[in-house]
């Protein structure tokens, strides 16, 4: 069973950074897809970026060209750097993994393991 604790959301301003954390634990995910989704107060959730074991990036394309996903996976973990933040960046920001999921998919039914998530709020 693995565990996902997210951490390094916070309060931000327009145009400032913030870098997410996801901690695994439990098991390895060096063989996992993983992903980041986020929720906005009154919608769905959606899919932010995703990375492969060979640590391939897909993205949405709101955050094409600001935000950067990567992976460690001796430590466990999977950031994502944010740049350029947006009012329209406010949300809870999910970590996810799955052993088996396809990234490129961008579906949340596809990630089986989820952290608690972490609020990333921006200001205009």
């Known amino acids: 069973q693995v565990q996902l604790v997210e951490s390094g959301g916070g309060l931000a301003q327009t145009g400032d950074s913030l870098r997410l954390s996801c901690a695994a634990s439990g098991a390895s995910i060096r063989t996992y897809a993983m992903a980041w989704f986020r929720q906005a107060p009154g919608k769905g959730r959606e899919f932010v970026a995703g990375?492969?074991?060979?640590?391939?990036?897909y993205y949405i394309g709101p955050v094409r060209g600001r935000f950067s996903i990567s992976r460690d996976n001796v430590a466990n973990t999977m950031d994502l750097q944010m740049n350029s933040l947006l009012p329209e960046d406010t949300a809870i920001y999910y970590c996810?993994?799955?052993?088996?999921?396809?990234?490129?998919?961008?579906?949340?039914?596809?990630?089986?393991?989820w952290g608690q998530g972490t609020q990333v709020t921006v200001s205009s």
């Open positions: 990375i492969k074991s060979s640590g391939y990036g």
């Open positions: 996810a993994a799955d052993p088996l999921a396809d990234p490129s998919r961008a579906l949340a039914n596809d990630f089986a393991y």
